[in-house]
């Protein structure tokens, strides 16, 4: 049971914290179930790209 539920919150949790932190290095929460756990670790994947995506263009347009 731990596999599957506490871990993947564990390290969606720490990437949540490192970007919360200001590291922007984080990665992509790996995403390996399609239940609830799995769709939040999609959205926060999704938002973190949309970010990157914004921070890319306005280095781009200085």
Same mark, same amino acid.
């Given at each position: 049971?731990?596999?599957?539920? *506490?871990?993947?919150?564990?390290?969606?949790?720490?990437?949540? /914290?490192? $970007? &919360?932190?200001? %590291?922007?290095?984080?990665? %992509? $929460? &790996? *995403?390996?179930?399609? %239940?609830? #756990?799995?769709? @939040?670790?999609? &959205?926060?994947?999704? /938002?973190?790209?949309?970010?990157? @995506? /914004?921070?890319?263009?306005? #280095?781009?347009?200085?």
């Amino acid at each position: 049971m731990r596999r599957s539920i *506490v871990r993947p919150i564990e390290l969606l949790n720490q990437s949540i /914290q490192q $970007v &919360a932190a200001g %590291d922007l290095s984080t990665e %992509d $929460v &790996a *995403v390996r179930s399609k %239940d609830e #756990i799995g769709t @939040l670790s999609t &959205a926060f994947n999704a /938002q973190w790209g949309f970010n990157e @995506l /914004q921070k890319q263009r306005k #280095i781009y347009k200085k």
